[in-house]
């Protein structure tokens, strides 16, 4: 008998990477991966950055070109999006009513942008951010300059948004709920670093403010009235609040859940033969020990590769050390490590924020838990050597720019 084939569902970066993992490890049997969207799998980082300020085109998004997939034969089906998952019979449901049979399935279904009840939000130029598709209309509003751009969300999407508005030569306007934005990512000193980044270029902050309803004129947005009461005039308002696990699906199959699909380290669901990667896996990280869930798109990257060796019988954990990086006007930033662990830590910092040339480090028990580095090149792979080897660090060591990150390393 002819083996069901392996069904990816999810058209993004931890679903192509998935598949391209399964042909590049030995795979010859049937891969079929289906995607909501019409467009083939792409990398989301471009769509706030480098593809929303033209800097990119539309080649540098997919994760792989699209005859990759006829040449691999992974048959692809866009714009189909599942609506249902039998584990017991090992099916897939289509919206359109087409039964697919798997022999494993992997749940890479992302997540979805927060949405806000607010009066007003389904006015002309009101907006969420996530898809290829947002990023366009965003770009096409913003790229003339001179429009009124209201950001709602002080967070790495709102701030990377914000900057890219601001670039364009509009007046931009950023909400948030924090005092300081990014505080609750990496606490107020660098919060405000990125704060006054933006204040220098002319980005505008009310904090810690909400909108209370989006107001506007035949349809169209004109204005923003906050929560006390100012009135921000408006063409453009972003709701860039987060994202919530798109579980949708592997709630008909009855998998377990919390904060996403649970899943183990090597990315098996509580169902046999069903895995989960990406933004919706909440996996059991061997680090730390707890489970946690990842957005960005390196989790996405390893997870996606973890999880095709899994479905394929191999001894594959998802165990390396968290990444992610942003670019906001001339400033780089990468961060690797666990944000639990850092919670609550006084960074240590080598180098000038003044100067804009800094590593931050979160140190804990005497072992770095985290390291962010801004405007400094080739530093990322000594800071996850000593994150995840668990390094004892000397304090005075680790801030002097005189001593290489390597020699902190054991030999």
């Known amino acids: ?42 990398l989301r980082p471009p769509l706030s950055k480098e593809f929303l300020l033209g800097k990119a085109n539309e080649d540098a998004v997919p994760v792989v070109p699209e005859g990759w997939y006829s040449e691999h034969d992974v048959e692809l089906l866009l714009g189909s999006r599942a609506a249902g998952i039998d584990p017991a019979a090992h099916r897939v449901t289509t919206a ?35 898809t290829f598709d947002d990023s366009l209309k965003l770009q096409s509003l913003i790229k003339g300059g001179g429009r009124n751009v209201i950001m709602i969300g002080s967070g790495w999407i709102g701030m990377e948004l914000a900057a890219a508005a601001r670039t364009y030569e509009n007046n931009v306007t950023l909400l948030g709920l924090e005092d300081i934005p990014l505080s609750a990512a990496i606490g107020p000193e660098l919060g405000k670093y990125f704060q006054q980044l933006h204040t220098a270029q002319g980005v505008s902050f009310r904090l810690p403010a909400s909108a209370a309803a989006i107001e506007g004129t035949d349809g169209r947005v004109t204005a923003v009235r ?15 609040v987060g994202v919530v696990p798109d579980t949708a ?64 019988g191999q001894d594959a954990v ?28 006084v960074p240590l910092i080598r180098g000038s924020l003044e100067e804009g040339s800094f590593i931050a480090f979160w140190v804990r028990e005497g072992q770095v838990v985290a390291g962010m580095s801004v405007n400094q090149s080739r530093v990322q792979k000594p800071i996850k050597a000593l994150i995840a080897g668990r390094v004892q660090v000397d304090r005075a060591r680790l801030i002097d720019a005189g001593t290489a990150l390597e020699d902190l390393l054991p030999r």
């Open 318 to 345: 998802l165990d390396v050390v968290p990444y992610f990086y942003t670019d906001q006007f001339s400033t780089s930033m990468e961060y690797s490590g666990f944000p639990a662990l850092s919670s609550g830590l």
């Open 1 to 42: 008998m002819t083996q069901e084939p392996m069904v990816i569902v999810g058209g993004g970066l931890a679903g192509a990477t998935a598949a391209k993992t399964l042909r590049a490890d030995g795979y010859d049997g049937g891969i079929l991966l289906l995607g909501a969207e019409e467009r083939i799998p792409y």
């Open 96 to 130: 359109d009513g087409r039964v697919l049979p798997y022999s494993k399935l992997l749940l890479a279904t992302g997540s979805q942008p927060r949405h806000l009840r607010l009066p007003g939000s389904e006015l002309d130029g009101a907006m969420t951010f996530r």
């Open 249 to 312: 699906l592997a709630e008909t199959g009855g998998l377990a859940l919390r904060n996403g699909i649970l899943a183990d380290a090597s990315l098996r669901t509580s169902a046999p033969d069903v895995f989960a990667a990406g933004d919706v896996a909440n996996a059991l990280h061997p680090f730390t020990g707890e489970h946690q869930r990842s957005e960005h798109w390196a989790n996405a990257l390893n997870g996606g590769k973890v999880a095709a060796r899994s479905m394929l």
């Open 226 to 240: 906050t929560n006390t009461g100012e009135i921000l005039p408006a063409d453009v308002v972003v709701i860039a």
